[in-house]
């Protein structure tokens, strides 16, 4: 037939499935940190090679591109289940935790100073020595590992290539439904391993191959910086920008930076190579242009240009450490600079897309990564509003235009991950933005270039950094200490940033789309009626959150909320409070604590707790020792744990507190939890002692009117230490479960063997918080319900062979 197109059986079509693959990839590989168990691999080839014999068969251009998505998600999905399945099959036996061994390797980073006046880094294994394993297993031993060594703070380590002695643990870490995962923190970097240095010696046998010499290379130029530069006033500020090492920035800074959201401007990502790409660009433009026309064709000017670019580019990333975000924004750099420097005649979302791919083809494990989702965001909502804008734009409406959208539009994403938006960060994103890009960087790569030449040129640039980095940090200062209105995911929020996305995108006149953002903006300020009331809870909940060696307790009904103890905390280093109860708070909708009840004083129960107090209201606080925690939270009344009781929703709640007991352990404020509808009872002891437990059991003896229980609940005294759960303890109260609060292999060794074979002996179900995760019980048909974190997590921290699925109950 004339005219007539014969089409390839198994052709693709057009571009468009191209896309579609591409986007049904990018879908696969994200897909998977959403899954609870790996796929099996094998699954996902047979289904591949199914989808690759479908197009074998003439399709419809529908068919073809529902066939080309599901290749793509599926393979997405194999790709990065591969990675994950490699990574994980690295793992510590769980004999030898805690003991000590002997490894050899050389740093993977930069040693910064920690806690507890430590020093840690990150170390790459080469060789395990004298490992009491089977043969074959060393090679599944880990080989990267994150170590402390504790007691040197201050000093520096002997060389680069070292053979250590270390105690290690598997990875671990407090598992909650909201909050920061330390455990997903080590999976994404690839640590298989953490634990603390016991000695440290040189050690020249160790291979130095690429990897290491690069890692050499960049702890010279630590230590160049800190030689040239270090006497600057601001010289933590000066090495997160020149070398991107973050490890001299102290809390105060980090409270500035978070107050004004402007982290970004000291984690070198796409906008430090972004501007290194400008000026390198900027530079050899006007070379080229300084030579004769006919010397140099266009296409060649445009090659030497992208080159030039991509190696400034480059070697900045190598300097600063080339970090997981520098080399994901190298790569957009590089989609970029090819899109707009080679001309090439393709949707600006095409290139967005083939970053998108490149990133995570190189990178599978990126979306686990806050920073990935916040720069391709960014990234996303800058191409909608710029390339809907027929018009011009001048540099300062542009600049104003592009920090509103992207404010607006990173403001989901952090609510997301549990992180809030401050409203000042836009007025200190607009005023600091600008400053760095056309001031702070060219100061400091050219500081650091002449000085690199001109050793001696140091002694006049230090000056000069201070001054230009002073007068960003006297802004970031003074907008942290303004007391401007926060964002909160609430109704009025929502509809002012659509207003505000809306009118950036679509709007065809400037004048009118920047009238209508500000009338945005106005409507964010506005705060509008707030309410404290927390949302209706249909059935009673008892939540024992996963803090480590300590104890926090959610007791919930209706709109009631109680609090028994907070936590761990150790000033300037970790906090529960920060950590777990304010983000799983935020994530429950809580605004108010209506009892706040404070067991007894130790840091393992109260630490936080007035950070919590001043986070959010709360009606009262009751504790075990008035006096220090009255101390702590001046600003509420606090008063001693009185024999008294009152109800939360349907439940009945006892308070009480052994006569005479004013400090420690023994003064702990027990509170017994009873819903008489179920039968169901749960106590809550604190860190009594077993002296304390048989004055209890005397109380409990005396009251006849007490029913008897038909599901008893206990939270074990003392985090199952030995002096706790006294024999006539655990049999006169006959606990159906037993939960223990305990640190994972943690040093004080909870709980105690003796402790658990008294509750294994009663029938008693045990569980602890360092295996369950955080536990929640609810009342469903008149019945208790149980269910531990642990069995929601996913597969990288409750597959099968990992820390919590071996993890055991002494």
């Not at 003439?58 to 068919?63: E, P």
């Not at 598992?175 to 997903?184: I, K, Q």
Request: hydrophobic share 45%.
């Amino acid at each position: 037939m004339s005219g007539s197109i014969n089409r390839p059986a198994c052709s693709l079509g057009t571009s468009g499935s191209a896309v579609v693959g591409v986007i049904a990839f990018s879908f696969g590989v994200i897909l998977l940190y959403w899954l609870s168990i790996l796929p099996p691999p094998e699954w996902l080839i047979a289904a591949i090679l199914l989808l690759a014999l479908a197009f074998s068969c003439s399709l419809s251009t529908v068919a073809t591109r529902l066939t080309v998505f599901a290749f793509g998600l599926l393979a997405g999905l194999l790709w990065a289940s591969w990675h994950a399945g490699e990574r994980l099959s690295t793992t510590l036996p769980s004999s030898l935790e805690r003991e000590r061994l002997a490894v050899s390797g050389y740093l993977c980073d930069i040693p910064s100073k920690g806690s507890f006046n430590s020093l840690r880094f990150s170390f790459c294994v080469t060789q395990w020595h004298n490992l009491p394993i089977e043969t074959g297993q060393e090679a599944r031993m880990p080989r990267l590992l994150r170590l402390s060594w504790y007691g040197h703070g201050n000093e520096q380590l002997p060389g680069a290539r070292l053979r250590l002695e270390v105690a290690l643990k598997r990875p671990h870490g407090s598992l909650n439904p909201a909050g920061f995962r330390y455990e997903d923190w080590l999976f994404r970097k690839g640590y298989r391993a953490t634990g603390s240095v016991r000695s440290v010696q040189v050690d020249p046998t160790v291979r130095c191959l690429l990897h290491c010499q690069y890692r050499s290379l960049h702890l010279s130029l630590k230590h160049w910086t800190t030689e040239q530069f270090g006497d600057a006033r601001h010289f933590p500020l000066v090495s997160s920008l020149l070398i991107g090492h973050r490890g001299y920035m102290e809390e105060k800074h980090w409270d500035v930076l978070k107050a004004t959201g402007t982290i970004h401007l000291v984690a070198i990502s796409g906008l430090h190579l972004g501007l290194v790409a400008l000026g390198a660009g900027f530079l050899c433009r006007r070379l080229l242009l300084a030579l004769p026309a006919r010397r140099v064709s266009d296409e060649a000017r445009r090659w030497i240009v992208f080159t030039s670019v991509l190696s400034c580019c480059l070697i900045y990333a190598l300097s600063a450490g080339f970090t997981v975000p520098t080399r994901r924004a190298l790569v957009m750099v590089v989609a970029g600079g090819w899109l707009i420097l080679m001309s090439r005649q393709a949707p600006v979302w095409q290139a967005f897309l083939a970053a998108l791919v490149a990133v995570l083809l190189l990178d599978p494990f990126a979306p686990l990564d806050q920073g990935f989702w916040l720069s391709f965001t960014a990234v996303a909502v800058l191409i909608a509003v710029f390339s809907a804008r027929l018009e011009g734009a001048g540099s300062l409406t542009g600049l104003v235009v592009a920090q509103l959208a992207v404010f607006g539009g990173l403001w989901p994403i952090l609510e997301i991950f549990g992180q809030g938006q401050p409203l000042v960060g836009l007025l200190a994103n607009l005023a600091a933005i600008p400053w760095v890009s056309l001031v702070v960087m060219p100061v400091l790569v050219a500081g650091g270039l002449i000085t690199a030449v001109l050793p001696g040129a140091a002694q006049l640039f230090v000056p000069l950094f201070d001054w230009t980095l002073g007068v960003l940090w006297y802004v970031l200062t003074w907008f942290a200490e303004w007391q401007a209105p926060g964002i909160e995911a609430s109704v009025p929020e929502i509809v002012g940033w659509a207003l505000l996305t809306v009118t950036l995108v679509f709007m065809p006149f400037a004048r009118f789309r920047l009238v209508a953002a500000l009338l945005a903006v106005s409507w964010l300020m506005y705060p509008g009626p707030t309410s404290v009331k927390n949302p209706y809870l249909s059935a009673p909940e008892i939540r024992v959150w996963d803090v480590g060696q300590g104890l926090s307790v959610l007791v919930r009904h209706g709109h009631e909320v109680l609090v028994y103890d907070t936590g761990p905390a150790v000033p300037g280093v970790f906090s529960a409070v920060e950590s777990t109860l304010l983000p799983n708070l935020e994530a429950e909708g809580i605004r108010r604590i209506d009892t706040l009840v404070i067991s007894h004083a130790d840091s393992d129960h109260a630490g936080g707790v007035s950070e919590l107090t001043r986070q959010i209201e709360v009606g009262k606080v009751i504790a075990g020792e008035p006096v220090a925690v009255r101390e702590q939270v001046a600003d509420l009344p606090v008063r001693g744990c009185k024999r008294s009781s009152q109800r939360l929703g349907s439940l009945m709640l006892e308070f009480w507190q052994g006569e005479g007991a004013t400090e420690g352990n023994d003064a702990s404020c027990v509170l017994r939890i009873y819903h008489p509808e179920s039968g169901t009872e749960w106590l809550l002891p604190g860190d009594i002692t077993d002296h304390m437990e048989a004055r209890y059991l005397a109380y409990l003896a005396d009251r006849e009117d007490l029913p008897a229980p038909v599901t008893r609940v206990i939270v074990a005294p003392h985090h199952g230490s030995k002096t706790s759960s006294s024999e006539a303890w655990v049999k006169a109260l006959k606990p159906d479960q037993v939960i223990y609060t305990a640190g994972y292999r943690h040093r004080y060794g909870h709980p105690h063997p003796m402790v658990t074979a008294r509750y294994a002996g009663i029938g008693a179900v045990s569980l602890n918080t360092a295996c369950s995760g955080s536990i929640v019980m609810t009342i469903e048909d008149n019945r208790l319900a149980l269910k531990e974190m642990r069995h929601r997590s996913p597969f990288w921290i409750g597959g099968p062979g990992l820390a919590r699925d071996q993890c055991k109950i002494p």
